[in-house]
């Protein structure tokens, strides 16, 4: 059976960091902070990514505003200005010009805002390896199917709820 794949829009994201931000601050979202800091190797996938984490990041680097903290090789570590949150946004290069993003949030001093995660952390998007891998097709089937998959209607309402 073929896995189905439907990504949201850059109008869906921005939308729904709409809401985000009409509320507070993504920081203050446990769905939000959970899929941003996916890794994939907890299913074997270490060279591998979803597309839905990049769509987030994008958007989150965009307004969301970092006071930095530390400079590091591959990552920055900064506080939310809106919320004071520690964020720690890293890039680990894995072939050529691939790189794998993620986003370490650890919460700041205000609540939680939105709906407490569901494990495991569902996708909504592309699973791919992010550099050349000579994977069978029961191993890529395996991996495209480690985590529950939604449609971006109900994604995006799973990554909106609030508690």
């Known amino acids: 059976m073929k896995t189905i794949v439907d990504t949201p829009s850059?109008?869906?994201?921005?939308?729904?960091?709409?809401?985000?931000l009409s509320h507070g601050c993504p920081c203050?979202?446990?769905?939000?902070?959970a899929t941003v800091a996916r890794d994939l190797s907890e299913v074997g996938a270490r060279s591998w990514d979803v597309s839905?984490?990049?769509?987030l990041l994008a958007a989150f680097?965009?307004?969301?505003?970092?006071v930095l903290t530390k400079p590091a090789d591959f990552s920055t570590h900064g506080r939310c200005s809106i919320c004071d949150a520690e964020v720690v946004r890293s890039s680990a290069p894995i072939f050529r010009d691939s790189s794998i993003e993620r986003a370490k949030?650890?919460?700041?001093?205000?609540?939680?805002?939105?709906?407490?995660?569901?494990?495991?952390?569902?996708v909504c998007g592309y699973v791919f390896p992010a550099a050349p891998d000579n994977v069978?097709?029961?191993?890529?089937?395996?991996?495209?199917?480690?985590?529950p998959r939604l449609?971006?209607?109900?994604?995006?309402?799973y990554m909106g709820a609030l508690s």
Not at 10 to 20: E, P
């Open 10 to 20: 850059q109008d869906d994201i921005r939308a729904l960091f709409d809401r985000y």
């Open 61 to 66: 680097d965009q307004r969301v505003p970092l």
């Open 28 to 33: 203050r979202f446990p769905r939000f902070r």
């Open 105 to 122: 949030i650890a919460p700041g001093p205000l609540p939680d805002l939105g709906a407490e995660v569901s494990w495991p952390v569902p």
């Open 151 to 157: 449609r971006p209607k109900d994604w995006l309402a």
């Open 136 to 147: 069978t097709k029961d191993e890529k089937t395996r991996i495209e199917r480690a985590y």
């Open 52 to 55: 839905d984490i990049a769509q």
